[in-house]
């Protein structure tokens, strides 16, 4: 990596093209992720973590180029091609060609459709919070089709077998990263 992205300029770049609380919210969740995946596997949390925040770069402003807006916009201003790749490949099979290869660009594919599912989860329960949210409950919801039938479950199988990782081990880990900033991305909840 050539230049690694600081996070208050990521931050900016996002809520520049964002202004959704939603979808800031969805960013910073893939962002606590994408940090807590690079700490079990020994990777940079600075940069898993600037990847997952900038992922849907362009997805408010720009629905219908998706991933292809944001990396004109991302090329534009000289990010490195390693941010540029992971946000290609979290729409890998849907709106780019790209195809996950790295350890990061794999958990970023996965757990972007999963965090969102989560979160769905999380706001159905009686405590609006990730901090008591159990496994089985996420597995129960993700066998139900109709619960949050915009995400894609396919993509979240799909990404278990790239990472070789069991469905309810991804699910646990995704919840763990949600767990650290709970408060940022509105699950703290009533407890």
């Known amino acids: 990596m050539e230049r690694k992205l ?13 202004k959704t609380l ?13 940090r807590h995946f690079a700490r079990l596997n020994g990777e940079d949390e600075d940069v898993w973590g600037v990847a997952g925040l900038l992922h849907d770069l362009d997805y408010e402003k720009y629905p219908e180029e998706h ?32 195809k996950p290869e790295s350890r990061m660009e794999k958990v970023l594919f996965t757990v972007d459709e999963l965090t969102g599912l989560i979160n769905a989860v999380c706001l159905m329960r009686p405590s609006k919070s ?24 396919d993509v979240v199988r799909s990404g278990c077998e790239m990472l070789g990782m069991e469905l309810d081990e991804v699910i646990r880990e995704t919840i763990e990263g ?14």
């Open 130 to 153: 990730v901090l008591d949210l159990e496994v089985k409950s996420v597995k129960k919801k993700f066998k139900d089709k109709s619960f949050a039938f915009g995400v894609n479950r």
């Open 22 to 34: 939603a979808l800031q919210r969805h960013a910073l969740a893939v962002e606590a992720v994408m």
């Open 178 to 191: 949600m767990k650290e900033k709970a408060a940022e991305i509105g699950l703290k909840g009533n407890l």
């Open 67 to 98: 991933c292809k807006k944001a990396e004109e916009i991302m090329q534009a201003r000289g990010i490195d091609e390693a941010y540029i790749r992971a946000m290609k490949c979290h729409g890998y099979g849907l709106c780019t060609d790209t």
């Open 6 to 18: 600081p996070r208050e300029e990521a931050w900016g770049l996002l809520t520049g093209y964002t």
